[in-house]
């Protein structure tokens, strides 16, 4: 497992955080085209449950790095913490 502090700002935990939050957002972006061409209702279903998940991965985001859990001690240095 990398830490924050062996070479990476940020440790493995915090860093699949922020992958899967990525992937909620490209998700999202692309159901939202798929609604437009297909108009279809399963696309805004699906959008809203992204949207769900999303929250839920950047509340647990948010709650890590405020806490400094999974940053290094020169990343915090740098952004002031």
């Known amino acids: ?11 493995n935990g915090t ?5 899967a939050l990525v992937s909620k957002l490209e998700a999202i972006e692309a159901y939202g085209r798929y609604q437009q061409d297909e ?8 959008i809203s449950q ?15 790095l405020g806490s400094g859990v999974g940053i290094s001690e020169r990343e915090k240095t740098l952004v002031g913490s």
């Open 50 to 64: 992204e949207r769900q998940q999303a929250e839920q991965l950047l509340n647990a985001l948010r709650q890590r």
């Open 39 to 46: 108009g279809g209702q399963i696309f805004g279903q699906l």
């Open 1 to 11: 497992m990398n830490q924050a502090g062996d070479g990476f700002p940020v440790d």
């Open 15 to 19: 860093y699949n955080l922020l992958q």
